[in-house]
Each structure stands twice: as C-alpha cells, then as structure tokens.
C-alpha cells in the first residue's frame, strides 16, 4: 500500500515538472489597470510576428530597481502584444520613424512575477530564479491552453541579467551601465 502511494505521488510530481504546472494564473495574478497604473519603459517591435510588445513595470520596483542587482521580490513585468497596422498589400505599416506602427488591438499579456520561494518549486535545471509566469488573453482571462515550457527555457539563458531581457538593459541604459 505504502509503495503505490510513493510511487503515485512521484508520478504526479514527475508530470508536474514535465509540464511546469505551478506557472500560470494560479500564482501570477492578472494585474488589473496596469496599462495605467505601471511604468511602460520599452517597445520591442517583432516584423516576423506583425506585432509590437509594451513592456511594462510595476511602479514599485521601477522606483527602487538598480542595474546590476536582481529585481526586487514583488517585482511584475508585463509584455503586450499589439498588432501592427497592415498596409492593403498586407504588410506590416513603418512610421516615420522606421518603426512598426501598433493597433489598439491587443493580441496576448504575459506576465512574469518574481516572489521569494517560487523558485523552490522547480528543479533546478527549470528554475528561472524566483520568477514565475502567466499568459492572459486581452480580457484578462488566462489562457486555457497555455504552455509555460518555452517562457522557462528562453528566459533560462539570461541567468545574468535576472532572467529578462528587456528590463535589465534597460535599467543598464538608464545608469549609463
């Protein structure tokens, strides 16, 4: 009896891993109001995907954050995705500037929280610091299909930078770092 039940309770571990379970809405809330409320420091313009991202702070580590030093526990960072306004051919529309010139209409949120501990949840191969993500639909529903293996694995390479990578540089530009 005492053999079914450890081998059953690491089978549901071992799926868990496998398919991040922890990340997702259940741990990282939708913030409501963030387009008002958090700082927007960045566009990142993606030709590939016809999509311009909003990357957006919490206003509270924006006042506090430092280049060099990991993100204060708390910290959210959000990513937008608009579309980009397309010409009749299809093609994605340059401003004047030379850049993708965003719609209103909002495609995918995600976001990313980092909080003490969260780290702890997952084998250290997977785990990206303390962070943890979800990903939203425009009305700030979760994303019932959601995978979260990709956001773990390429965020994985920026172990230097706190695992993001527009915040971080940012913060490094801002310094004159």
């Known amino acids: 009896m005492n053999k079914i039940v450890v081998i059953s309770l690491a089978s549901v571990f071992a799926a868990g891993v496998a398919g991040y379970t922890l990340a997702g809405p259940d741990r990282v809330a939708f913030p409501s109001g963030y387009a008002e409320r958090f700082v927007l420091y960045n566009t990142v313009d993606r030709p590939d995907r016809k999509t311009i991202r909003f990357m957006y702070v919490s206003p509270e580590t924006h006042t506090k954050a430092k280049a060099g030093e990991p993100a204060p526990d708390g910290t959210i960072l ?19 500037d030379g850049r993708l010139v965003p719609t209103d209409q909002i495609t995918n949120i995600f976001v990313m929280e980092k909080r003490a501990g969260w780290g702890d949840a997952y084998p250290p191969e997977v785990r990206n610091g303390d962070w943890d993500y979800a990903h939203y639909l425009p ?28 915040y971080t540089k940012y913060l490094m530009d801002r310094e004159g770092k």
């Open 78 to 96: 959000i990513m937008e995705d608009h579309r980009a306004k397309l010409d009749a051919s299809g093609s994605a529309e340059l401003g004047p």
């Open 139 to 166: 009305d700030g529903a979760p994303k019932a299909d959601a995978k979260f293996d990709g956001c773990f694995s390429c965020h994985r390479n920026r172990t230097g930078r706190d695992f993001n990578f527009t």
